[in-house]
């Protein structure tokens, strides 16, 4: 959560939002001019090894925050998370260890709309995660490639083969008989989740809207990953703690015990590290390999995560729903294969 790339939305959405970028050729080439590579060896390997562990542990760690400790402050951890990415990200980029852009008033002006949309995910993702176990919420989100993908045929004309349509449609029916046989079903959490497919859709398409507007307004006239962090980030503050009083958790916080246990405080720190981590983790990975290498484990990547949140969760099933889940999660496999090949095509 991120996010956050990423998102900065990459916690929650980011295997939707990449499997639809059509420029992971050009943002490689732009990763090499401010990645500072470590010396290690087979950093393939290793780089992949991070990004899925960075990836499945914060969905599993924000998980374990609002259903294992019952956290019921959602919108306060993610308040938290992104505190702890702009501290992180300002003190890399003060050291040098990283570049972003100065955050300037004609870029918060155009950005705005965008944030919106990111904070608005940020809070339905950890929303819905608190009532839907893990494996579901991981196919129900494969909804928002459907949603991503009329947006690019209704705004940007863009074409989808035959097999790309028929990976949505067998995503749509894995999602559909995954809730009908789930029996852990939770309808404000399949509300929320629902919402969460729409906006991270839409996070999607209104970046792609934005994002040339957005370079022109900075002083190099590029936006890297870590400016989108930093500026996704900061921007979510001042709304973030309207929010908070908005939906009165400050008198939950005031008297919940848990702020008072350090335990609790070294968990939900994690998590903000978590969430930064797929940012860097993803970079790295995909400078080490590709874009076709990066599509196809991120969608791989769901299958351990999932059956982790069953496991350790000890998420109640049945074979119906469990034939749903995976079902869906090769629907996504297919769908990053579809999307792979008629990349290459193009």
């Not at 916690?11 to 290690?40: M, N, T």
């Not at 998590?271 to 990066?294: C, E, R």
């Amino acid at each position: 959560m991120g996010s956050r790339s990423f998102s900065g939305a990459k916690s929650f959405g980011e295997d939707d939002i990449d499997l639809e970028d059509s420029k992971v050729a050009k943002d490689k080439e732009k990763i090499s001019r401010f990645y500072r590579p470590v010396k290690i060896h087979n950093q393939a390997l290793v780089s992949g090894l991070a990004y899925c562990i960075s990836s499945c542990s914060m969905i599993l760690v924000n998980k374990f925050v609002l259903s294992g400790y019952d956290f019921n402050a959602g919108i306060s951890l993610m308040l938290y998370q992104n505190i702890v990415s702009v501290i992180i990200v300002t003190a890399l980029s003060l050291f040098g260890v990283i570049s972003t852009e100065p955050l300037t008033w004609k870029l918060i002006k155009v950005w705005l709309p965008v944030n919106v949309i990111f904070v608005g995910m940020l809070i339905t993702s950890i929303f819905s995660l608190k009532y839907i176990n893990v494996a579901m919420v991981t196919i129900l989100k494969n909804v928002t490639n459907v949603i991503t993908a009329l947006g690019e045929t209704y705004l940007f004309q863009k074409h989808h083969g035959n097999k790309v349509w028929a990976a949505l449609c067998l995503m749509i029916i894995s999602a559909i008989s995954g809730g009908i046989t789930d029996l852990s079903f939770h309808a404000v959490g399949y509300a929320w989740q629902i919402v969460n497919c729409f906006l991270t859709a839409s996070y999607s398409l209104t970046l792609r809207r934005v994002m040339d507007t957005a370079k022109q307004v900075t002083k190099s006239g590029n936006l890297n990953e870590f400016s989108m962090v930093l500026l996704n980030n900061t921007l979510s503050l001042p709304l973030g703690i309207l929010l908070v009083f908005a939906f009165n958790e400050v008198d939950y916080l005031a008297k919940t015990p848990l702020l008072r246990m350090p335990i609790f405080w070294l968990t939900i720190t994690s998590s903000g590290f978590l969430g930064l981590a797929i940012s860097f983790t993803s970079m790295w990975f995909l400078h080490q390999t590709g874009a076709t290498t990066y599509s196809l484990v991120g969608s791989l990547n769901k299958i351990p995560l999932s059956v982790a949140g069953i496991v350790l969760f000890k998420v109640p099933t049945s074979l119906e729903n469990f034939i749903s889940i995976l079902f869906g999660l090769l629907a996504g496999v297919f769908f990053a294969k579809a999307k792979i090949r008629e990349r290459s095509q193009s």
